[in-house]
Every structure is written in structure tokens, then in C-alpha cells.
């Protein structure tokens, strides 16, 4: 079974003259444990790819599996929670940390478990072995502005884990921090992708990050122009 698949993806804002193609035919397919990056200029439709295989974004045509389950074919699938459907399948990185700066790094991962319904004690357990694991165990207390950059990143990668998603879905995750930290990012993405049997998709521009992915797509202009092993 794939963790993503996605067939003919197409999406256009506006209609008639003012219509605007922003993906197009999109096909690809992801398993388990893949680390695949969607690289391209600003513009390209990055981003709305990532938005529509989130459950963000409605695609206008295509269709959209997630962990085997149909989300997504020809518009939203009747019936399903995608809020609940979200919270128990997906994970999510942007490229600012989006932490709440009034709760320490262990709360910030601890309230992604407790809105999915694990209890306190529960949520603060598994959010200390996450921080830990991304040997983070010093700064459990820090509130975000305390946090470098990488050090927030990495508490924002411990928060998309957090309830275990078969998918992890990252955009720019890397564009606020300098070289060193950024691959040092990409390269916690890519041993958790084979540790967690997770697949992660990640949008970027930068060819630098995408040096250890086991896949890339090209984009350009809303459309997949090629795919590559580096």
C-alpha cells in the first residue's frame, strides 16, 4: 500500500479569460519511508500541490489517497471528516515553526496529542521522548523565543509527529535557516521517514537540501516535468 497516491491532481483559480492553472495533471505515488522532495522556483505550484494532498485545498479535478483511504476524487469525498481524518493521518512542517509562544517546547507538542484526545499524562510522556529523541531534552522548558532557529524546527518536527501520522507533509521547512542547520533538518527528516515508517513530501527551492532524498519531482509552471534519484 502507498502512503500517498495522487492521479491527474489539477487545480485552477478563477474562471473563463481569468482562469489560472496553478497544477496540472499531477501523478505520482509514495510509499512508506520515502523522503521525497517537490523542488521548483517560487510560483510553480509548489505549495498548492502540498495544500491539496494536505486537505487544505480542494483540488478542482484528480484524485487524492491517503494511507490507502480515498480523501479526494473529483473534489472532497462525501462524508468524511477531514478534520478528524487530518489530525490522525497527517503531520505538517512549515517553514516558519508556527509554535505557540506562550507554551514551553514540550507543551507545544504535548497540545497536538491532547486535541487528538490523549490525556495529559499520556501527551506528556510521549512529547518528552519526541524532544528527547531530537535531542531536544534540555530545552523541554523553553519558550520559543528562548529556541534558535534550528532548536524551533526541531520542536515543530516533534509536534507533526506527535500522533504518529502515516504521512508528514513540510513546506520550505528549511528557508529560515542558514545552510548547516538546514541539512542538518533534511537529514532528521530522512531517518525518521525509515524509523517511522512515515512518508515525508517536502516543497522546496533550494537543490542544496535535497542531497540523501531518495526521490525528486521537478515542477514548473503547475506541472511535473521530471523526477529524479539523487
Known sequence: MYAI????LTKIYGKGETAVTAISDATFRIKPGELVAILGP??????????AIGLINEPTHGKVLIDGTTVVDEGWRPGLDLKQFRREKLGFIFQAHNLIPFLTAQENVMIAMEI????SSEAKTRATALLKSLNLDHRLNSYP????????????IARALANNPKVILADEPTA???TENGKNVMSLLKTLA??????????THDHRMVEGF???FHVSDGK???EERP
Open 42 to 51: 517560487s510560483g510553480s505550484g509548489k505549495t498548492t500541490l502540498l495544500t
Open 214 to 216: 531518495d526521490r525528486v
Open 194 to 203: 525509515v524509523e517511522n515508517h512515515s512518508a515525508i513530501l517536502v516543497v
Open 176 to 178: 529560515a535557516l542558514d
Open 145 to 156: 523565543m528562548a529556541l534558535s532557529g534550528g532548536e524551533a524546527q526541531r520542536v515543530a
Open 224 to 226: 511535473i516535468t521530471g
Open 116 to 119: 487528538n484526545h490523549l490525556t
Open 5 to 8: 497516491e495522487i492521479e491527474r
